[in-house]
């Protein structure tokens, strides 16, 4: 069990670029999410993956956001157009297809838009 | 529909006093409950969580937490605090109705630990 691992930990972007995270998951843990979380406050759900049916996306994820979970396992989470209220650190988590199971979070990708 | 409250954004203690974080959580469903610990510039670890078994639930690092249905809490505690203590903490719900049900998190606790 190598843990939930996030790349990159930081980037600092230009108003109006594109950025792509990526998150590797728990090997045997069905289940993603990604979460958004801003300073001072607790993370905010973006969007959930079951395997690699994306099965609920907030309405926090607007159109310029996009997340993908191609073959069920490693997940990417785009945002297009970066605006300066996406500055944020974006955590992705994973679980077993178990109820009373809890989320395994990684380190988290903090995003700067300058 | 669910939701957490923790009340007070910032607690201070002194190094061995006893740590109380609070959490009430509303549901609509009978809950799942969690507490997380977040380290600066890090990730979300699990401290403890709540399945519906025994309403005490015992944690890492000396915490627990009791499932008081009739007042609808979930308060952290921890008997005597340590310096490593300090972090902020998240308390979590999520539905137990069977399925798929997403995780809302409070705005978190500063603890803030005084030698």
């Known amino acids: 069990d190598t843990g939930v691992s996030q790349n990159p930990r930081h980037k600092i972007t230009k108003r109006g670029q594109n950025v792509t995270f990526r998150c590797d998951p728990i090997?045997?843990?069905?289940?993603l999410y990604w979460y958004r979380q801003t300073l001072g406050q607790g993370p905010e759900f973006l969007t959930y993956?079951?395997?690699?049916?994306?099965?609920?996306k907030s309405r926090l994820l607007s159109d310029r956001f996009s997340a993908e979970r191609p073959k069920g396992s490693f997940s990417t989470l785009e945002i297009q157009r970066t605006e300066q209220g996406d500055s944020a650190m974006y955590l992705c988590?994973?679980?077993?297809?178990?109820?009373?199971?809890?989320?395994?979070f990684g380190q988290g990708t903090r995003l700067t838009v300058v | 529909a669910q939701s957490v409250t923790q009340l007070g954004s910032h607690v201070s203690v002194s190094e061995g006093a006893l740590v109380l974080l609070r959490c009430n959580y509303s549901?609509?469903?009978?809950?799942?409950l969690f507490w997380y610990v977040q380290y600066p510039n890090q990730g979300l670890q699990l401290l403890l969580k709540?399945?519906?078994?025994?309403?005490l639930v015992k944690g890492i690092n000396g915490f627990e937490a009791e499932f008081k249905k009739s007042e609808t809490s979930f308060h952290l505690t921890k008997p005597s605090a340590h310096m490593s203590d300090a972090a902020e903490y998240f308390c979590?719900?999520?539905?137990?109705?069977?399925?798929?049900?997403?995780?809302?998190f409070g705005t978190g606790t500063k603890l803030q630990v005084i030698p």
């Open positions: 988590a994973s679980s077993r297809d178990q109820e009373n199971t809890e989320a395994f």
């Open positions: 090997s045997e843990h069905n289940r």
């Open positions: 979590a719900v999520r539905g137990n109705s069977g399925g798929y049900q997403k995780v809302t």
């Open positions: 549901s609509s469903v009978p809950p799942y």
């Open positions: 709540y399945t519906s078994a025994a309403t």
């Open positions: 993956f079951q395997n690699e049916a994306q099965l609920e």
